[in-house]
Nanobody, 117 residues
Framework: QVQLVESGGGSVQTGGSLRLSCAAS????????MGWYRQAPGKQRELVAQ???????NYADSVKGRFTISRDNPKNTVFLQMNSLKSEDTAVYYC???????????WGKGTLVTVSL
């Protein structure tokens, strides 16, 4: 069982930056994928960024060039650096970890990001 705790959310003006952190209670070395998702009011949860065990990454088109996902394996922490924030980035951001052996799909409780004009 892995517990994920997000932090770093808050309120920022358009064009600003925030860095989200996701601290895992256990090792993320075996995680096949670590990712960030978000859910805006009235919308479905969507993938923002994902990093696979080999280091490759995947980003939503809406955040490419602005957001960067990274991981610190010794500290069991995943980060999401968000630059040039827009009002449409306002959402609750969730950390996710996927393990294949044994199978596991874990979620944090989320951290709120509010971007105002």
């Amino acid at each position: 069982q892995v517990q994920l705790v997000e932090s770093g959310g808050g309120s920022v003006q358009t064009g600003g930056s925030l860095r989200l952190s996701c601290a895992a209670s256990g090792s993320i070395l075996r995680a096949n994928a670590m990712g960030w998702y978000r859910q805006a009011p009235g919308k479905q949860r969507e993938l923002v960024a994902q990093m696979y065990i080999g280091g490759s990454t995947n980003y939503a088109d809406s955040v490419k060039g602005r957001f960067t996902i990274s991981r610190d394996n010794p500290k069991n922490t995943v980060f999401l650096q968000m630059n040039s924030l827009k009002s449409e980035d306002t959402a609750v951001y969730y950390c996710n970890a996927i393990f294949l052996s044994p199978l596991g799909d874990y979620w944090g409780k989320g951290t709120l990001v509010t971007v105002s004009l």
